[in-house]
C-alpha cells in the first residue's frame, strides 16, 4: 500500500491511470503506453580535449625553490597536470597559473623568468580545453544530463534553483582562473544528487510519446463519443470527468512546471550550445533534449488539448462543466 501510494505521485503513474481510466469507460483495449528512455550521451573519448603533457628539467624544477610553484610541481612528480578527475585536474591547472604568475614576481633570474613566462603562456592556452573537459567529461555532469532515473514532481524537491546555481557558476569559470576546490566540488555534487536537467528531459520525452498515443487512440474512439441531440451521452460525461481529473489536476500541473524549469534554464544551455570551446557532439546533445524535445513535448500536449476543446465544443460542453 505504501509503494502504491509513492508511486500515485509520479507523472507515468498520472498518465497511465488516465489511459486505463479512458479505457475502462468506453469498453475498449487500452492503449499500451510506450516507455521512454534519453538517447546515450556522447561517448566521453570523443569529448575528451587532448592536452599535452608538459614536463620540466630537473634543474629547472630545483631553480623553484623559493616559490610555491615548487611544492605545487613536486606533488606531480615534476609533471604540470598529470591528474585523471576532470574537476581535480581543472582545480590543479587553475592553482598552477595562479603559482606561476606569483613566481614571476618573485624571480629575479631572467633565464628562469622567460621560461616561467613560457610556461604560463602554454598553461592559460590549454586552461579552455581543461575546462572544457570538466563541463563534457565529469560525471557528474553526465549523470545530471543524461540519467534516466526518474522524472520531476513539479515540487521545490526537483532542485531548480540549486541546478542553475551550479550550472551558471561552472559556466562561469571558463572566462576566470577560479580554484575554489570545495565550491566546485559541492556544486557538481548537486548535479548529482539532483539531476534536474535529465528528469526533466526524460518528463517531456515520456509526455510527449504517451500523449501521442492517447490522442491517436481517442480519435479511433470517435464514434462512441458522438453527440445526439436530445439525449444524454454517459459514456462521454464519465470520460469528461477523467479527463479533470487526471489531465486537468494531475499531468497539466506537472507539465507547467516543466514548461517554467524549461525557460529558467534555456538562457544557461544556450551559453553552453553557443560555447567555442565545447565539442559539437555535447552542443548537439543539449539541442536535441533541450530545443528539439521540448518542441515535440509542446506539440503532443496542443494536439491533445485540441481533441478535447473540439470535443466539448462540438458536445456543447462549457469550461465550467470540466
Same mark, same amino acid.
Given at each position: 500500500?505504501?509503494? /502504491?501510494?509513492?508511486? *500515485?505521485?509520479?507523472i ?10 479512458? /479505457?475502462?469507460?468506453?469498453?475498449a ?22 592536452? $599535452?603533457t ?8 630545483y631553480?623553484?625553490?623559493?616559490c ?14 598529470r ?17 606561476? #604568475?606569483?613566481?614571476?614576481? =618573485?624571480?629575479?633570474?631572467?633565464q628562469l623568468?622567460s ?8 598553461k592559460?592556452k ?13 560525471? =557528474? ?10 522524472? @520531476? ?9 540549486e541546478?542553475k ?5 561552472? @559556466?562561469?569559470? %571558463? ?7 570545495a ?13 534536474? $536537467?535529465?528528469?526533466? !528531459? ?5 509526455i510527449?510519446?504517451q500523449?501521442?498515443?492517447?490522442? %491517436? !487512440? ?10 445526439? %441531440? ?20 494531475? @499531468?497539466?500541473?506537472? *507539465? ?13 544551455f544556450? =551559453? ?25 513535448? %509542446?506539440? *503532443? ?6 481533441? !478535447? #476543446? =473540439? ?12
Amino acid at each position: 500500500m505504501l509503494l /502504491a501510494c509513492n508511486r *500515485a505521485d509520479t507523472i507515468d503513474d498520472h498518465l497511465y491511470e488516465y489511459a486505463k481510466r479512458m /479505457a475502462n469507460i468506453l469498453e475498449a483495449e487500452p492503449q499500451q503506453l510506450l516507455q521512454v528512455s534519453l538517447p546515450p550521451y556522447p561517448k566521453i573519448t570523443s569529448l575528451q580535449q587532448n592536452i $599535452p603533457t608538459t614536463t620540466i628539467k630537473l634543474t629547472d624544477f630545483y631553480g623553484l625553490k623559493h616559490c610555491e610553484l615548487y611544492s605545487l610541481v613536486a606533488q606531480r612528480n615534476t609533471v604540470l597536470g598529470r591528474i585523471q578527475l576532470p574537476s581535480t585536474r581543472y582545480m590543479y591547472e587553475a592553482e598552477l597559473i595562479n603559482a606561476l #604568475q606569483a613566481c614571476l614576481i =618573485e624571480t629575479t633570474d631572467l633565464q628562469l623568468q622567460s621560461k616561467l613566462t613560457d610556461w604560463l603562456t602554454l598553461k592559460e592556452k590549454q586552461r579552455p580545453k581543461v575546462w572544457a573537459n570538466l563541463i563534457q567529461t565529469s560525471h =557528474e555532469i553526465k549523470h545530471s544530463l543524461a540519467t534516466n532515473t526518474g522524472f @520531476i514532481y513539479g515540487t521545490p524537491s526537483d532542485g531548480l534553483n540549486e541546478t542553475k546555481t551550479a550550472l551558471d557558476y561552472l @559556466i562561469k569559470l %571558463s572566462t576566470n582562473n577560479h580554484s575554489a576546490n570545495a565550491k566546485l566540488e559541492s556544486q557538481l555534487k548537486q548535479l548529482l544528487d539532483s539531476p534536474l $536537467p535529465a528528469r526533466m !528531459w526524460h518528463t517531456q520525452l515520456l509526455i510527449g510519446i504517451q500523449l501521442d498515443q492517447l490522442t %491517436s !487512440w481517442l480519435q479511433n474512439q470517435a464514434s462512441q463519443l458522438q453527440c445526439k %441531440s436530445g439525449k444524454k451521452n454517459e459514456k462521454l460525461d464519465y470520460l469528461t470527468n477523467v479527463f479533470r481529473l487526471f489531465f486537468i489536476e494531475k @499531468i497539466q500541473p506537472i *507539465a507547467g512546471q516543466l514548461n517554467h524549469y524549461h525557460y529558467q534554464l534555456t538562457s544557461t544551455f544556450e =551559453e553552453l550550445v553557443n560555447h567555442p570551446h565545447l565539442s559539437p557532439s555535447f552542443k548537439q546533445y543539449i539541442h536535441t533534449q533541450h530545443t528539439l524535445g521540448f518542441d515535440e513535448y %509542446s506539440n *503532443a500536449m496542443t494536439e491533445h488539448l485540441r481533441f !478535447w #476543446q =473540439e470535443l466539448f465544443k462540438n458536445c456543447n460542453i462549457s469550461p465550467q462543466q470540466i
